[in-house]
T-cell receptor, first 113, second 116 residues
Framework: AQSVTQLGSHVSVSEGALVLLRCNYS??????LFWYVQYPNQGLQLLLK??????LVKGINGFEAEFKKSETSFHLTKPSAHMSDAAEYFC???????????FGKGTSLLVTP | EPEVTQTPSHQVTQMGQEVILRCVPI?????FYWYRQILGQKVEFLVS????????KSEIFDDQFSVERPDGSNFTLKIRSTKLEDSAMYFC??????????????FGEGSRLTVL
């Protein structure tokens, strides 16, 4: 079964600093990979996705992620953190059937002034 | 902008009671989902629903759980006899295509269930 592992349950960065949230996947087939964000008291929102094609994908709010098959990774980055980026970030992979998403445990991003 | 709405936002119930969580998916979406997130744990898939039937369910979705789309707009999750371990945030989601095809699930804000 497809799964993802997020390294680091909490990440703290200074405003303006690089954001790097790590995600590694395990999949027996070419994976479909996603990053979702959850702001306080809100539902999950799709940030970006990789299905096929270009391995560097750009999402909303200046985030991007690169699919690296050799490293089985799909890390999320943003060059310059903003206070409003503070949220919970979830990496996910589509399962075999295509009906379900398997989420990682999430990484809580804290942005300090 | 269309959104998925869930009610109630928070429900407190006694162990053994039945609970119904309600969701109104985005109107032109065809696939509907329930996920849950126990405090401090990952978001877990419960069930997907398409064409008025369950398309996939997880091990969590046992006989105590059921889903229904009673009137073409609402999508409900029923827990027949709640247990303490059912306490969680329950998220409804909908999509136009399968998650495998697009991954663009639209989630509601969640219904927090507390079982005492």
């Amino acid at each position: 079964a497809q799964s993802v592992t997020q390294l680091g349950s909490h990440v703290s960065v200074s405003e303006g600093a690089l954001v790097l949230l790590r995600c590694n996947y395990s999949s027996s087939v070419p994976p479909y990979l996603f990053w979702y964000v959850q702001y306080p008291n809100q539902g999950l929102q799709l940030l970006l996705k990789y299905t096929t094609g270009a391995t560097l994908v750009k999402g909303i709010n200046g985030f991007e992620a690169e699919f690296k098959k050799s490293e089985t990774s799909f890390h999320l980055t943003k060059p310059s953190a903003h206070m409003s980026d503070a949220a919970e970030y979830f990496c996910a992979v589509s399962d075999d059937s295509g009906y379900a998403l398997n989420f990682g445990k999430g990484t809580s991003l804290l942005v300090t002034p | 902008e269309p959104e998925v709405t869930q009610t109630p936002s928070h429900q407190v119930t006694q162990m053994g009671q039945e609970v119904i969580l309600r969701c109104v998916p985005i109107s032109n979406h065809l696939y509907f989902y329930w996920y849950r997130q126990i405090l401090g744990q990952k978001v877990e898939f419960l069930v997907s629903f398409y064409n008025n039937e369950i398309s996939e369910k997880s091990e969590i979705f046992d006989d105590q759980f059921s889903v229904e789309r009673p009137d073409g707009s609402n999508f409900t999750l029923k827990i027949r006899s709640t247990k303490l371990e059912d306490s969680a945030m329950y998220f409804c989601a909908s999509s136009h295509g399968t998650s495998g095809a697009t991954g663009e699930l639209f989630f509601g804000e969640g219904s927090r269930l507390t079982v005492l």
